[in-house]
């Protein structure tokens, strides 16, 4: 399979005992910057994910003023918690960017969750690239081109695979077709949850 120019998969980055470690970062994050649902722009049509952020910014989105980045979290007021180091080192060794990344988006994936086709565009940094951390259940992972109408593959993502989408490839359109049920044991009640670290700011 040929990923466009651009987008890397590393499977099974994290090691096992490494998937636990960032899973018990993400549940201290999450205890202090709850799971939010985001709606959409314009229509406030929930997302089925649920959502929160770590980083000196976070991505929000509701009915009102739409998908941004903001230093706190929209329904405590409280800045967000500081990315876990782990994450940072993954970033340090994988991006290959100078500057570290400021957002790091927490997805929490019900196992009838999905997520629909888009581009990462709302950060003012295109050079830096997107990474992403896959925890818990395979999903079905889906890449396309720069335009909505090219062709797309999919490929699964398991628990400890990074994806890089930079370079050319920072902007293609991606989405999440399904979680499969029961493929990890990672997460105790199913699920998966996956973390994007961005640079927002160029
Ligand atoms: C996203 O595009 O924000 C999430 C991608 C994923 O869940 O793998
Ligand atoms: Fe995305």
Redesign the pocket.
Known sequence: MQLPNGIRHLPGYLDRPAQEALVEAIRAVVADAPLFTPVMPGTGKEMSVRMTNCGSLGWVTDKQRGYRYQPTHPVTGRPWPAIPSQLLDFWRDVAGYEKPPEAC?V?F?SDDAR?GL?Q?RDEQDLKAPVL?V?LGNT?L?RVGGLSRKDRTLSFK?ASGDI?VLGGEGRLCF???DRIYPATSTLLKSGG?I?L?LRRVQP
Do not use: A, E, I, P
């Open positions: 988006l997805n994936y997520m888009h990462d992403s896959s999903c992972f993502l994806v991606h989405g999440v998966r996956n994007t």
